[in-house]
Nanobody, 114 residues
Framework: QVQLVESGGGLVQPGGSLRLSCTAS????????MAWYRQVPGKQRELVAA???????NYADSVKGRFTISRDNTKNAGYLQMNSLKPEDTGVYFC????????WGQGTQVTVSS
């Protein structure tokens, strides 16, 4: 059974930083593309960042230069370092693995507010 668990969300002031983690079990992490998505009420889930099997990365224009996605295949884990956070970064962040299937975590809430 594949399980993805996100952690690291919380409340932060504008300009602050958070680091999200996604830990996978029941799957060979290294064979999957990993991505982070964000969802706010009333809107579709949107891609924030993705990292390929060998480390190629892709970012939404709105987070380029502020967010960094990474992965550690030895730990079956992926990360999203978020710096210079803005109120519009608020949302539920989901970890996604695609390859042997399409798997989602339960999400972690990020709130950027003063």
């Amino acid at each position: 059974q594949v399980q993805l668990v996100e952690s690291g969300g919380g409340l932060v002031q504008p300009g602050g930083s958070l680091r999200l983690s996604c830990t996978a079990s029941g799957i060979i992490f290294s064979t999957n593309v990993m991505a982070w998505y964000r969802q706010v009420p009333g809107k579709q889930r949107e891609l924030v960042a993705a990292i390929g099997r060998v480390g190629s990365v892709n970012y939404a224009d709105s987070v380029k230069g502020r967010f960094t996605i990474s992965r550690d295949n030895t730990k079956n884990a992926g990360y999203l370092q978020m710096n210079s956070l803005k109120p519009e970064d608020t949302g539920v962040y989901f970890c996604n693995l695609v390859g042997s299937g399409n798997y989602w975590g339960q999400g972690t809430q990020v709130t950027v507010s003063s």
